[in-house]
């Protein structure tokens, strides 16, 4: 009895809100600071574990997009410094970590067609970032964990980031779960909804965004299916969707680029 109450307290004490577009309640266990700790140890493993592109221009091209993207995020994240870092892998792909670290592989080039459509891909994979998907996805798991375990790790406990790291260790996640893994529908929609209206508003078309994952659909249909789209499901929604929300951000664009927002990255 006496760790259900526990449990519960947990659990009501940690949901926040969401910055996305929607309201809605979200289950929040990890605290910013170990969210960017996390987000930050993956990134350093894939950066030693991985090849690191030595192609200048298709650097400063992601950098140039990144920049103009990250000047229209919410004050927290547009104060945040973020690395940039392109992968030589010829799969087209890219992510966003928390801790403010973005990667694309050097096939994403072969995939998009112009500067809009690399701010598509980007601005879908930092919105996951700003909605904190990833922690609403480790306290997902952390709490499913807790159920399973009959709650004992967390008796007694507050809520701290040092209670929470403990935790974890005690139910031998690693450091990168929940960031890598495929996200859930509702988590596809939501960064569909922030990165194309983040488009818009740093002054690239977002009609675009149809565009880009109309090509990651041929790619799919010519040979092995991008790893972007299985870490990122549902793309028949998803183009519906950005169709459907083009024309609104018209208005947003044109005023982006009356306020000077004209990227030329490419
Ligand atoms: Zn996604």
Not at 116 to 145: F, M
Not at 233 to 244: A, Y
Request: proline fraction near 4%.
């Amino acid at each position: 009895m006496k760790r259900h109450i526990f449990l519960a307290a947990a659990v009501i004490s940690a949901l926040g809100f969401s910055t996305g577009l929607q309201a809605r309640r979200q289950l929040l266990l990890v605290s910013d600071t170990q969210m960017n700790q996390m987000g930050s140890e993956a990134f350093e493993k894939l950066k030693s574990g991985n090849k690191l592109s030595s192609d200048k221009k298709k650097l400063a091209q992601t950098q140039c997009v990144v920049n103009a993207l990250i000047a229209v995020l919410p004050e927290k994240q547009a104060r945040q410094a973020w690395e940039v870092q392109v992968f030589e892998d010829d799969s087209p792909n890219a992510f966003a970590l928390p801790g403010g670290k973005v990667g694309v592989n050097t096939g994403m080039f072969k995939v998009i067609k112009s500067q809009d459509e690399l701010a598509a891909v980007i601005g879908h994979e930092i919105a996951h970032v700003v909605s904190q998907h990833a922690n609403e996805r480790v306290s997902q798991q952390t709490l499913t964990g807790l159920v399973l375990q009959g709650a004992g790790a967390y008796a007694g406990s507050k809520t701290s980031s040092n209670n929470t790291q403990l935790l974890m260790a005690g139910l031998g996640l690693s450091a990168q779960v929940g960031l890598l893994l495929p996200f859930s529908r509702k988590h596809e929609n939501e960064a569909d909804i922030l990165g194309q209206k983040y488009m818009a508003n740093a002054g690239f078309d977002p009609a675009k965004a149809v565009n880009l994952w109309e090509n990651m659909m041929a790619v799919n249909k010519n040979g092995s299916p991008p790893q972007i789209l299985s870490t990122h499901p549902d793309s028949k929604n998803r183009i519906k969707t950005l169709k459907e929300r083009t024309p609104g951000l018209m208005d947003n664009f044109q005023a982006a680029r009356k306020a000077g927002k004209k990227p030329s990255c490419f």
